[in-house]
């Protein structure tokens, strides 16, 4: 069964930061991973895709690598503004049973100050 | 903007009752997943269907169903409500079922709330 987990679960950070959060899952059998945020009572927006054969997708400001041995995935935040505030969440997506089922993290709520 | 659709946005019931959440995939997307976000966790795997057939589950009782149309929209039931049910509902399409890079695109999602 796969678990996804992500550190930190709350991090603050000054605005203009760079900055990482972390995701890792036990079972290295994925087909992708995906980076998504969240606003509060919101749905899920997806930032970013690494198919299981990549290592690295970038988007702007965004960054996510992915490490299937070692079953880790980091997304980079470069100058991070207040908009960024959110909820990061990673999941990875399996065959399992039948179907495609993503299994996510319970995330990283991010809070950037002014 | 993703181009899936929930309805209604908010919904309250008691204990017991059923109640149906509806979704409007995207057009030609022949994959809809349904997740459940309780509050401060990750969205949890319920279903899944393909072409208005279902082909995986997570570990949800029996009382958690669905149907897809092939207009695009599904639903989900959920009978016997217990408080545990309260969550936000999220539905999510894909063009298809096949892996290898495509992206599920998730709804704004349904608040349920059980009294």
């Known amino acids: 069964k796969q678990e996804v987990t992500q550190i930190p679960a709350a991090l603050s950070v000054p605005e203009g930061e760079n900055l990482v959060l972390n995701c890792s899952f036990t079972?290295?059998?994925?087909?992708?991973l995906q980076w998504f945020r969240q606003d509060p009572g919101k749905g899920l927006t997806s930032l970013l895709l690494?198919?299981?054969?990549?290592r690295e997708q970038t988007s702007g400001r965004l960054n996510a690598s992915l490490d299937k041995s070692s079953g880790r995935s980091t997304l980079y935040i470069a100058a991070s503004q207040p908009g960024d505030s959110a909820t990061y969440l990673c999941?990875?997506?399996?065959?399992?049973?039948?179907?495609?089922?993503?299994?996510f993290g319970t995330g990283t709520q991010l809070k950037v100050e002014l | 903007e993703t181009g899936v659709t929930q309805s209604p946005t908010h919904l309250i019931k008691t204990r017991g009752q059923q109640v149906t959440l509806r979704c409007s995939s995207q057009?030609?997307?022949?994959?809809v997943s349904w997740y459940q976000q309780a509050l401060g966790q990750g969205p949890q795997f319920i279903f899944q269907?393909?072409?208005?057939?279902?082909?995986g589950r997570g570990n949800f009782p029996p009382r958690f169903s669905g149907l897809q149309f092939p207009n695009y929209s599904s639903e989900l039931n959920v009978n016997a409500l217990e408080l545990d049910d309260s969550a936000l509902y999220l539905c999510?399409?894909?063009?298809?079922?096949?892996?290898?890079?495509?992206?599920?695109?998730f709804g704004p999602g349904t608040r349920l709330t059980v009294l």
């Open positions: 999510a399409s894909s063009l298809d079922m096949f892996p290898g890079g495509d992206t599920q695109y």
């Open positions: 269907y393909y072409r208005e057939e279902e082909n």
């Open positions: 690494i198919q299981s054969s990549q």
């Open positions: 057009s030609g997307h022949n994959t």
């Open positions: 079972d290295s059998a994925i087909y992708n």
């Open positions: 999941a990875s997506l399996s065959l399992t049973g039948g179907g495609n089922k993503l299994t």
